[in-house]
């Protein structure tokens, strides 16, 4: 394997041999099921507390409950994989599919490397989570607040030096997670697979050799779109801020996208905005403060949408038990995520609510996770899960799709819906983010498969980093960087070792299902027009795939609702249809020379 030292080519290639497993299938499975159940529970409450309490003692807890559920999770993936499923349903046979795949992190057998496997994720979360950055000696900023400045600053030397900041808090990661890349491996090798990448990739109801295949084509089909966007942007970007700042023909510094990992540059549309047609004429952030929202009727508001498409509202232990503002008192991981505590009701999220559009956003997808958790909660637990984890994250997407001016109308935050010519910078404000993700979104894994099976070594962790970051992107560091610094460990999802395909995968998804909805809900119209909000015949047709949880492969689950098995990108790009011919015209009309 080109870039593997040795070692890793001999450990890649003794790949472990599955011995047959004399033990009765199904009874297998039932007290599997039942154990995984329990364990899941004590890891997740575990993990909670930690979370939301960083302490030496809850990161000893959290550790100690993370290893004993990987361990468990391992030994059942290992005994799967050797028992003879001829026998079985097909029911049972895909509960031993899941069994095998249920793990992210597997441990090695070795109860020594096990723990020390567990407490590398620990460390490396607290390092995550207990970041800070200091401006000055009394004035040390949490990721959610360097992140505001940002989204808001024009400075390009303060976004550099906050950018630079919080690049800081990385550092210590490198070691740690070398070694656990090292100790993962070998857990993956043990289940049969030759390195974490492709466990990971085999978890798509397709051969996992296919799956990277799936991802090329779906960028290849939206790859344009991206690519007229970062033309447009690059142009404007350079108008405002100079040669100097912002060459005209390089990648994009990406201090100055509004994001601190650039990875949605909504926060910039000031800079960009169409000058010749006219925009929104409102800020969402505006509207929220001007009626009064606040971090929980911000929660409301979007508990309110998904009571309108007919689900249950949220249980009020959601409400005893979530957290919604930074603490001031401890450490927390800032981090917005969805909960599901027992497997049944005792759903929360957990987010450090700030009160701008951009986080009213945000609360929509965090309860499509909750909404999606409590609908397959009646499916075993082996099959209490999304048809791929791309929809989990899809559905939240689909909801903020419909957050336009339709709904803001609707709800009376905007007396009427501006004109069709404010279209184009609608769209435009959406793309920055939805279209801006879609290579960010591709390349986390890209590199981190790299890195698993040795293509990527620890000696140059930082430049493959950048380099696919220019490849996919177009994007560059604001200011040199080295192999002393560790920039995937800025990006929470590296040291929380949390796969990201899923994220590319919803960002196509989502339109699939937005199309198909406004379609039930008798929308006629330019589809980015579009709100299923109020909606029980969408809601209706969306709580039916939802229920099905893990119990089908996702294709069957993508047609219960689009009537199509594959995944496409024509959605997406029919929704930004009139923005794609906008911009192309903004970038032959300026002389832009586009790529990078």
Not at 298 to 305: D, G, H, I, L, Y
Request: charged share 20%.
């Amino acid at each position: 394997m080109p870039g593997c030292a040795p070692a890793e080519q001999t450990a890649h290639a003794a790949v472990a041999e599955i011995q047959p497993l004399a033990i009765d299938p199904k009874r297998f499975i039932e007290n599997a099921e039942k154990d995984m159940e329990h364990s899941s529970e004590i890891a997740g409450r575990a993990k909670w507390i930690y979370a939301n309490f960083i302490t030496e003692d809850t990161a000893a807890l959290v550790s100690e409950a993370g290893r004993i559920y990987t361990e468990k999770a391992v030994r059942y993936a290992s005994d799967a994989a050797a028992l003879d499923n001829s026998k079985l349903s097909t029911v049972e046979q895909r509960k031993l599919e899941m069994l095998k795949r249920a793990i992210t992190l597997p441990s090695p057998a070795d109860p020594s490397k096990s723990q020390r496997l567990a407490n590398l994720g620990t460390e490396l979360n607290g390092l995550y989570g207990k970041g800070r950055f200091c401006l000055s000696q009394d004035n040390c900023l949490s990721q959610p607040q360097l992140s505001s400045i940002m989204a808001n600053s024009r400075d390009p030397e303060q976004l550099k030096q906050v950018w630079q900041g919080w690049r800081e808090i990385a550092k210590p990661m490198r070691a740690l997670f070398t070694e656990q890349v090292q100790l993962a491996n070998e857990g993956a090798l043990a289940l049969g697979y030759n390195d974490v990448g492709e466990l990971w990739r085999s978890k798509y109801d397709m051969p996992a050799q296919q799956f990277p295949q799936q991802l090329d084509a779906l960028w290849e089909e939206v790859k344009p779109l991206y690519e007229s966007l970062h033309c447009y942007v690059r142009g404007e970007l350079n108008q405002n801020y100079g040669d100097n700042v912002v060459p005209p023909r390089s990648p994009i510094p990406a201090h100055l996208l509004g994001n601190m990992w650039a990875q949605q540059w909504g926060a910039i549309y000031p800079i960009v905005a169409p000058k010749e047609t006219p925009g929104a004429d409102y800020d969402l952030t505006e509207l929220l403060n001007a009626n009064g929202y606040d971090e929980i009727t911000m929660v409301q508001q979007a508990e309110r949408f998904f009571t309108s498409m007919g689900f249950e509202p949220l249980p009020q232990t959601f409400w005893q038990r979530s957290l919604f503002v930074e603490p001031q008192d401890r450490h927390v991981v800032c981090h917005a995520s969805a909960w599901d505590l027992d497997n049944k009701d005792d759903i929360r999220i957990k987010m450090c609510i700030r009160k701008n559009g951009e986080d009213f956003n945000v609360i929509h997808h965090e309860l499509g996770h909750n909404i999606y958790q409590r609908a397959y909660k009646d499916q075993p637990f082996l099959f209490k899960g999304s048809a791929n984890d791309g929809f989990h994250e899809a559905i939240g997407d689909v909801i903020s799709l419909s957050l336009g001016p339709n709904y803001l109308k609707q709800i009376g935050l905007i007396d009427k819906q501006p004109s069709a010519e404010a279209d184009i910078g609608l769209l435009l404000r959406q793309a920055l983010d939805k279209v801006a993700f879609l290579p960010f979104g591709l390349m986390i894994d890209q590199w981190r498969w790299q890195v698993f099976s040795g293509e990527i070594t620890p000696e140059n962790y930082n430049q493959s980093w950048w380099q696919l970051r220019q490849h996919y992107q177009g994007v560059m560091a604001p200011v040199a960087r080295t192999e002393a610094d560790f920039d995937p460990g800025a990006k929470y999802h590296i040291p929380a070792s949390v796969p990201y395909s899923r994220y590319f995968l919803a960002h196509i998804l989502q339109f699939q299902f937005f199309q198909a909805l406004c379609k039930e809900a008798g929308y006629e119209g330019p589809i980015h027009r579009c709100s299923i909000y109020n909606s029980k015949k969408a809601g209706a047709k969306l709580n039916n795939m939802l229920e099905m949880g893990l119990s089908e492969p996702w294709p069957k689950a993508l047609a219960s609702i689009t009537g199509n098995e594959q995944m496409s990108g024509q959605a997406l790009l029919n929704y930004f249809a009139p923005l794609q011919q906008w911009l192309d015209l903004q970038n032959e009309a300026a002389d832009r020379q586009c790529g990078w």
